[in-house]
């Protein structure tokens, strides 16, 4: 491959990774053509990007960028994958792969994470982290959590203000009708007595 031409891909690669800060690090060499075709069919679903290059090509391409440090000290042909929402997503979902029977060969060899360089281990341990939509996930059930808690004492406040409102309401009432109903009894006997006295004195003129 003439100069020119190794400058050409080294361009097009470092274009490719304008703004990746994350990277990882992956080997494809023990897969064959069907296992490679499925397992770029398995990345493009997760919107993760597979490059196959030689290390010396990807070295030139990464230089001055976060993802230097991964490709320090790298032999034998490796991949660069990246992508997805967060690193730790994209841990998970290169992990998962690495676990299926039907993409034996296919590890995790290494990376770099904000221009720190990580290691095979490293990756897997990523992988077990909350991934960003998790972390946002558990970050609001904590800000809504005492707000829920906040609004079921309100609400509890406000049903035994009511209940006591209405229990007060009901005793006024109570206290209102009792007068009446003696006022009423009194008024039957005030004109129920000289009636009678009046029927008993008629009766002796008789």
Not at 28 to 50: H, P, Y
Not at 60 to 77: F, I, N, S, Y
Request: aromatic fraction near 2%; glycine fraction near 12%.
């Amino acid at each position: 491959m003439s100069k020119f031409v190794k400058d050409l891909l080294t361009q097009d690669l470092r274009r490719r990774l304008t703004g990746v800060n994350d990277a990882l690090l992956v080997n494809v060499v023990g897969l064959n053509s069907v296992k490679t075709a499925r397992l770029r069919g398995e990345l493009r679903k997760k919107n993760i990007q597979l490059q196959v290059v030689k290390n010396s090509m990807a070295r030139r391409a990464a230089e001055g960028t976060p993802l230097a440090p991964a490709l320090d000290g790298v032999t034998g042909t490796l991949a660069l994958v990246w992508g997805c929402e967060d690193v730790v997503t994209l841990s998970k979902e290169i992990v998962k792969l690495t676990e299926l029977k039907e993409l034996a060969g296919f590890e995790a060899r290494g990376g770099a994470i904000d221009g720190a360089k990580i290691s095979a281990a490293d990756v897997k341990a990523v992988s077990a982290w909350p991934s960003r939509g998790e972390q946002l996930s558990l970050l609001v059930g904590q800000i809504l959590s005492p707000g829920a808690k906040l609004a079921s004492q309100l609400n509890g406040i406000g049903g035994a203000l009511v209940s006591q409102i209405k229990q007060r309401v009901e005793d006024l009432e109570k206290a209102e009708g009792a007068p009446a109903d003696a006022g009423s009894a009194e008024a039957s006997s005030a004109e129920g007595g000289p009636a009678e006295a009046g029927s008993a004195e008629a009766a002796p003129a008789g």
